[in-house]
């Protein structure tokens, strides 16, 4: 198998200092506030943020969820996001490529395999979106150093799609060293550029529209998550959008209230066949899998989505992290990460008849699939210090167990239709029907980390 043979070519790739996963973002769903409710926690004082949020509601009312994870996510001046740097044990949450090289690593392989799987084309653009401190493109673009000679003579190239200019300088360092410059003008799409260490070109966008066309595998690992969704409960009248307003017995809270009447939003993203009493709807995240679909579609290549999820199956998921802990959404607004758990259902069906889409599986399952047992063992075999096994054990089990993020955590694609398939028999000719002529060409391979590859 393709994949083993690139694993097995990955022995003599270093160990990378890990930390302790003790910091993954909480799964209890133990949260505090309902619907009515206003937040338990008192605001910070002189938070400019809550004082932007009750400005904001006094002088249009009420505002959905979706404008306060914008505002309070990416606002260009007080965002979380912008303002932060959220990852690691000093920050909010740690994500699956700082718990184990190894997850980094697979993805490599997975973005070689699907280069492979188009026919080698001759430009290679790897697109990832919010890439957090550079740790999962830092992991891939050491894997597509080591197995040069695999991509011939491709061009490569990165593109980093990336809102928070402080977590651009993290990712630059990481990446590039001091090999990367920031652009004179803020207006130019390309924000920052320069080289990585392994000698690529690499790039920052604010959005993906800036990024060039061409064919690209497309990675967005725990992005979608933190994009805006609209919330909407059931009700007797039909359905009603939970929105964000002013507690009135203290006006320094917040609180989430049903709105009586139906919005914009309550009437047009709800599905007719919906049977849920609670859903949360994420257009943004629709439009840009719209836009990779038709990216996919006319330029060839591949998306993977990775992030917690459910297939249309959850309710109620929104919430916050500060300090590796769950905090309540509407506390200190600007101070926390905010989260809701992703729709694949809903990403599929905006996705259309354009594009193949698979999955999602399970963490455990993908990984597993990708031939994560093999590079352990590949690890554990070329590492001697009690403490560095430790980790890679300690970080294989936070990967896999599905008591901890090997269920919880999904994987999703979206592929060209050509990857799938391959041209069909000749069945007539001049009108007379001819005899079936062998189908031109090898077999599509199958998609790595979506089937059983019998890796073990």
């Avoid at 699907?114 to 550079?134: I, T, Y």
């Avoid at 007719?272 to 009493?277: C, G, L, M, N, W």
């Avoid at 006319?298 to 992290?321: P, S």
Wanted: net charge neutral.
């Amino acid at each position: 198998m393709r994949t083993v043979r690139a694993l097995q070519k990955l022995r003599g790739v270093l160990v990378r200092p890990c930390p302790p996963p003790l910091f993954v973002r909480s799964w209890s769903m133990a949260q505090s506030q309902s619907f009515s409710s206003s937040s338990a926690e008192k605001p910070m004082p002189g938070n400019s943020m809550l004082r932007h949020l009750t400005s904001k509601i006094k002088a249009t009312g009420p505002i959905s969820v979706a404008e306060y994870m914008r505002e309070v996510l990416t606002n260009p001046v007080m965002g979380y996001y912008v303002q932060n740097d959220m990852l690691g044990p000093d920050g909010d949450f740690i994500t699956s490529p700082e718990i184990s090289q190894i997850f980094g690593e697979l993805l490599g392989i997975w973005c070689l395999s699907e280069w492979m799987g188009a026919g080698k084309p001759s430009r290679f653009q790897l697109v990832e979106f919010g890439p957090g401190r550079g740790s999962l493109a830092n992991d891939i673009l050491r894997v597509f150093s080591q197995l040069r000679g695999a991509l011939g003579g491709a061009a490569v190239s990165v593109h980093l799609v990336e809102v928070s200019p402080k977590l651009s300088q993290v990712q630059a360092q990481c990446l590039t060293g001091d090999q990367s410059q920031v652009s004179a003008s803020e207006d130019e799409p390309v924000y920052r550029h320069g080289t990585t260490t392994t000698g690529l070109p690499i790039s920052w966008y604010r959005n993906l529209d800036d990024v060039p066309r061409g064919f690209s595998i497309y990675l967005a690992h725990e992005f979608f998550d933190a994009l805006p969704i609209h919330k909407f409960q059931g009700t007797e009248k039909g359905w009603r959008e939970v929105m964000v307003d002013i507690d009135p017995d203290e006006p320094g809270k917040l609180r989430l209230v049903i709105v009586p009447a139906p919005t914009l939003a309550s009437t047009q993203l709800i599905q007719a066949d919906e049977k849920r009493r609670h859903v949360e709807v994420c257009p943004e995240g629709g439009v840009i899998v719209q836009r990779l679909a038709n990216r996919i579609t006319e330029d060839g290549g591949a998306a993977l989505i990775a992030d917690y999820g459910h297939d249309g199956t959850k309710m109620d998921t929104f919430r916050g992290f500060k300090g590796h802990k769950l905090h309540d959404v509407l506390a200190s607004p600007g101070s926390a990460d905010l989260t809701a758990d992703v729709d694949y259902s809903y990403l599929r069906r905006m996705a259309g008849a354009t594009v193949a889409c698979m999955g999602p599986v399970s963490q455990k399952d993908f990984l597993k699939n990708m031939g994560i047992d093999t590079r352990l063992q590949v690890l554990l075999r070329n590492c001697a210090d009690p403490s560095t096994r430790a980790q890679l054990i300690q970080g294989y089990d936070m990967l896999t167990n599905p008591l901890k993020m090997g269920e919880r955590f999904q994987f999703f694609t979206m592929l060209n239709h050509s990857r799938l398939t391959r041209p069909e028999p000749e069945q007539s000719k001049g009108g007379k029907k001819m005899a079936p002529v062998p189908k031109k060409g090898p077999a599509p391979l199958p998609v790595a980390g979506f089937s059983e590859l019998g890796l073990s």
